[in-house]
């Protein structure tokens, strides 16, 4: 359990002052980290019960609620079986009363939109994965999402592929913002596929999207592009980036600080709103040879406002985030589903606990009936 004694006045705690990110402006420094919870229909509709998780979080203080990883098209960008979608039009019809209830409780929320690619490990869509070249991801698919074993080898994309790719990400964009949402975060984190592009053992491509760090970034940008072309004038866009992913959680950019210039700049310079970096500790340098943290990078290089993510459940944790001048927006996990109510028990000095109860995360990662009457 963390200190329960505040740190701060209420009036001068850096979590509970305004922000305006991307145009959305958001009542304190708080928001919920996109985590996957695989309990949409097995056609990707959510339903009440994904209603209900959601606005709870709104509910108990969270300022942005960022969604799991929706899905993009009816193709290859399906991660996992019962995963939610933005692929059709039912699908963002069916997101309509989330996004009214998380509203109705005080918060914005961002429709956060993935591809998979490689990583994929429940397509109800298709049989094969796709990726930048036909390498395996390392380690193994995750029980708690339904996977089991190795990796598949993937296939690699092709030029009209990576268009269609694109243009799914955009027309889910649509979608989002036809239904209410706030903004939208491209997935470009976590071993995913725009990630792939951008790892360097992954990505063995000979043509523009591959080779040096400013070919491998070449894609993400090209996405946040089109997404900022389909909806940009409307709500937030931005996107999310690491270094680790689900199944190789040591990777480290080999081009170090050189790398992450490369990729901040480039993604910003493509009219982005805002840069949503994870690590399992974000006040971690984010190399062994420097001092400056992946957020710190993003904003050196960026110069866009920054969510930081990444082991910030103790509160002083996420105050030293923002004073430091990292973050502007610092987003919770795990600290969210120990306690859904995270900054009404911060700003009251009651008691935090930094991890939820061991059920939630198994046998599946899913909604559990024990959040919904939390």
Known sequence: MSDPTPQHDATDDPLFSPFDLGGVRLGNRTALAPMTRVSATEDGLVTERNTRYYEGFARGGFALVVTEGVYTDTEHSQGYLYQPGLATDAQGEAWRPVVEAVHAAGGAIFAQLMHAGAQAQGNRFREESVGPSAVAPRGEQLPFYRGDGPYRTPR??????????????????????????????????????????????????????????????????????????????????????SQSKVSDFHHRWAGGTEDAEAVFTTLARTGAHFLHTTEYRALDPAFP??????????????????????????????????ESGDADVVALGKGALAQRDWPHRVREGREIASEPHPDILAPLADIKDRELAG
């Open 156 to 241: 690699a994309l092709d030029a009209g592929e990576i268009a269609r790719v694109r243009r799914g990400f955009a027309d889910a964009a649509r979608r989002a913002a036809d239904a209410g949402f706030d903004g939208v975060e491209v997935h470009g984190a976590n071993g995913y596929l725009l990630d792939q592009f951008l790892t360097d053992y992954l990505n063995r491509r000979e043509d523009a999207y591959g080779g040096g760090v400013e070919n491998r970034v070449r894609l993400a940008a090209e996405v946040l592009d089109e997404v900022l072309q389909a909806v940009g004038s409307e709500i937030a866009v931005g996107i999310r980036v």
């Open 289 to 322: 040879a420097g001092t400056e943290t992946l957020a710190r990078l993003a904003r050196k290089f960026g110069g866009l406002p920054v969510i930081a993510n990444g082991g910030l459940e103790d509160p002083r944790d996420a105050r030293t985030a923002l």
